[in-house]
Every structure is written in structure tokens, then in C-alpha cells.
């Protein structure tokens, strides 16, 4: 069989398996897999490979294996859930001839679904409408992962065999870093030639970056007096408040000098904003009637390619430092900085990779639509493959429109017609045994 042929079996046979995809995400949205107790979703996907009759490799990260790795930070499902009971799995569809391994990745974990009352139905419980299926992780990105397994599915079905060995893969807590998840399949020794991740970044539109993503926190002190004798003591409210004044200064002056096309691609009200500085949590005080003697701001930063964690740090300490200089109390009592939490680098694949042009030809031929090369405003598994290991991956999966919101939602079009891209671009990178 020629890979023409073999492409037009496979993308007819999935087109009539509407049925099939959203039966499989029914399921998966209904194993409530947040991150940190991802296991229910896991035997979901560990029913099916077996269904496949697929083999299949288990295992619960390792921090010893781990922890040396120039990507490894706790995360903070980790700090909160260890990772017994937590288990990556990879199924390998094995070739029979020496092409090039391709693997075929997503994570089983989603994001909570509070508030549950402001959804219109229960996030747990596949909703249909029309062409539209609701539920927490529809997009984000256990339509991916359905998608994935349809593809399989119909290669094996139509009895196509590849020469080179396609890995699926299924991991846990991306939503929190991944470094228990994509990090450890690839230390494993699940590293392919090239990687296909199916998140929601809405065919035609190919994901060729990630952003960067560091946690901060920065303590300003002041001095604890009673209310009634304030003028005796320092507020920490107002001193952070001058901190945070120098940061805002910096966030608008990194927006207007730092672009990245790719970042607004697809939703061009990013465009000025592909960089940003936020402070999410403010915590002080202690009793109302006393001025607060410290306060702790928790921060994010996240920017695109063009920029290594260690140049953001000196630049978000530098500010700091010299917007203190700037306050008498603050000159005396330097805030500190602390970074925690996620600590991930950008990444950005080569646009002429084969895996890249591969994607792209088959998303626009499915589709019937011109796509964009995006990505770079946000932190993804993906930077493992590319940074760490030197894999070309691209991103190409359904529509998501609001993933991680109320009301999340895909299109059953859009998982079929991702279905069609991976099967086809499987048998074009990994090619079809002799």
C-alpha cells in the first residue's frame, strides 16, 4: 500500500467514527483527573491501550531521577500530592521496517472546575450541542488525548503498519510543570525523532513555541505599631505598594520592547502583550487596628522566546532592588526576593524541521484552511522535547476557546479533523512498512 492510499483509508474511516471519539471523551471527562490525583483518568486511557492490545509501560515518577535534570523544579503538585500513586503510561505501537520514531503525547490532568455552580451543567458530565461538547478538559486536553487514540485506532484497524515506532503517550501534572510527566517518560528513555502534541491551539494553527514561566515572591517589611500610634510604625502595604509600582513600570516597558509574532498568531489582542509581570496574591497584616509589618506579593512572569530565566530574574531583582533605593525605609530594609514554583525556559522549533511542514501540509489539507505558525504565551510539556533533548515537536490539536474556564467546550469537527491530521502525518514521518 502507497502512502496516498493509505491516507485516504484512514481519513475516510475516522470521519465515520464520530460516535467512537465522543463516546471515549465521555468517559475521560468523567474520571475527574485534576492534577494531583490524575489516576482515575489514567485507567481510562490504560483500558483502551489494552483494548488495542498495546503495550504498555507504568510507572510513578522518581525526584532521585529527576532532581538533576537542568529542567527539574518541585512542582507544586508534587509538594502537595507526592507522586505514589501517580503513574505516567506509554503504549508503543512497534514498526516493522527502520523509520523514524514519531511520538503521539498528552497529559490526563485538568485544572479544577470551580466554580462548578456557574456552569450550566454538571463539568464532570459530557454535554452535546450541536456540534459542541462541553465538559472540564474537552480541549485542555483530553480531546487531544481522544483524538490521539482514534488514529491509532483506525491505522490498526485498516491494517496500516508503520515502518518506524509511534510512542503514545499519556502523562500527568502539566497543568502544574510537567516535570513528573512529559520530563519522566523522556528520562525514561521514550525519546522519539519527532513529537506531535495534540493541545488545544485549533487547526490549521501549528504551535511552534512556548513562553517561559517563573513564580516569585518578594517580601517587603515595614514596622508593626498600634493604629492609633501609626505615624510610629511603617506600613508594609504601602511600601509593597511602591514595589509594585516599580514592576508595573517594568511590565509596560517589556510590553512595548519585546515582540514575538507567533505569540498572537491566533488571537491578535495579544499582540503588545506577549510578555507580562503579574502579582496574583497579596498577603500581610495580621489585626486591623495594627500596621501591618510584612507583606508578601506572589508574582508570575512569563515572556517568549529570545530571553534565558537567568537574564528575566536579573532584570525582575534589578527593578526591585533600584525601586527600593528609591524609598528611604526600603534603602534600610530591602525587600527580598524568592523564586519558587514554576521555573520553566521558552522554546522555539525550527520552522524547516520536517515534523513541522509535515503537520502544517496535512492540518491545512484536512481542514481546508491556511494556518499559522503560534505559540510563546504560554508555558508547555513541548519545551522538554526541544530544549532538553533536541526533538522537533509541534503543537496541533481542536479548538479550545476557553480551556481552564466556566463552560469549557471543543468542536466534535475539530477532534475528528485532529484525529486526521496525526494518522496522516503518522504515516508520512514514520512511513509505511515495506
Known amino acids: 500500500m502507497d502512502t496516498t492510499t493509505a491516507k485516504a483509508l484512514v481519513d475516510e474511516k475516522i470521519a465515520s467514527r464520530e460516535s467512537d ?51 527539574f523544579f518541585r512542582t507544586s503538585s508534587y509538594e502537595e500530592h507526592g507522586y505514589e500513586g501517580r503513574e505516567n503510561a506509554v503504549a508503543t505501537v512497534p514498526g516493522t521496517g527502520d523509520g523514524p520514531t514519531l511520538a503521539l503525547s498528552g497529559h490526563i490532568d485538568v485544572v479544577p472546575a470551580d466554580p462548578e455552580s456557574a456552569w ?13 461538547v462541553y465538559g472540564r478538559g474537552t480541549s485542555d486536553m483530553k480531546g487531544g488525548l481522544a483524538a490521539m487514540i482514534l488514529a491509532v485506532d483506525v491505522l490498526a484497524e485498516e491494517g496500516i503498519e508503520l515502518a518506524g515506532d509511534l510512542y503514545v503517550q499519556s502523562t500527568i501534572e502539566e497543568e502544574a510543570g510537567g516535570v513528573g510527566g512529559l520530563l519522566s517518560v523522556l528520562e525514561r528513555g521514550y525519546v522519539p525523532d519527532a513529537a506531535i502534541v495534540p493541545e488545544p491551539f485549533g487547526l490549521p494553527n501549528v504551535g511552534i513555541a512556548s513562553a517561559g514561566v517563573m513564580f516569585f515572591d518578594v517580601t517587603v ?34 510590553q512595548a520592547t519585546i515582540d514575538f509574532p507567533p505569540a498572537y498568531g491566533a488571537d491578535p489582542s495579544l499582540e503588545g502583550h506577549v510578555t507580562n509581570i503579574n502579582i496574583g496574591v497579596v498577603e500581610g497584616g495580621d489585626w486591623p487596628a495594627s500596621v501591618p509589618a510584612e507583606v508578601r506579593m506572589k508574582g508570575r512572569v512569563g515572556w517568549p522566546p529570545g530571553e534565558s530565566r537567568a537574564e528575566v530574574r536579573e532584570t525582575i531583582e534589578a527593578t526591585i532592588d533600584e525601586g527600593a533605593a528609591e524609598d528611604e525605609w526600603l534603602a534600610e530594609h530591602p525587600p527580598t526576593v524568592e523564586w519558587t514554583g514554576w521555573n520553566a525556559a521558552p522554546h522555539e522549533v525550527n520552522r524547516d524541521a520536517e515534523i513541522v511542514d509535515i503537520v502544517t501540509q496535512n492540518a491545512e489539507s484536512v481542514t481546508g484552511e491556511t494556518g499559522a505558525f503560534v505559540g510563546g504565551n504560554a508555558a508547555l510539556d513541548e519545551r522538554f522535547y526541544q530544549r532538553y533533548y533536541d ?13 481552564h474556564g466556566v463552560d469549557e467546550y471543543t468542536t466534535v469537527t475539530s477532534l475528528l479533523e485532529t484525529a486526521r491530521t496525526l494518522a496522516a502525518s503518522a504515516i508520512d514521518y514514520c512511513g509505511i512498512a515495506a
Not at 490504560?46 to 538533576?68: G, H, Y
Not at 450550566?120 to 459542541?132: F, I
Not at 493604629?227 to 508594609?236: D, K, L, N, R, Y
Not at 526533538?391 to 480551556?403: H, K
Open 120 to 132: 450550566e451543567s454538571d463539568p464532570w458530565t459530557l454535554r452535546r450541542d450541536g456540534d459542541r
Open 221 to 254: 517589611p515595614g514596622k508593626k505599631a498600634h493604629a492609633a500610634w501609626g505615624h510610629q510604625g511603617v506600613s508594609a502595604f504601602d511600601k509593597a505598594s511602591h514595589v509594585a509600582a516599580a514592576l508595573n513600570e517594568l511590565n509596560e516597558q517589556r
Open 391 to 403: 526533538v522537533p515537536v509541534v503543537t496541533a490539536g481542536p479548538y479550545g476557546p476557553n480551556l
Open 21 to 71: 471519539i465522543v463516546d471515549l471523551l465521555r468517559k475521560l471527562v468523567a474520571a475527574k483527573s485534576v492534577t494531583g490525583n490524575e489516576n482515575c483518568g489514567q485507567q481510562v486511557m490504560l483500558d483502551v491501550f489494552d483494548q488495542l492490545d498495546l503495550t504498555v509501560e507504568t510507572w510513578e515518577p522518581s525526584i532521585d531521577v529527576l532532581e538533576n535534570h537542568p529542567g
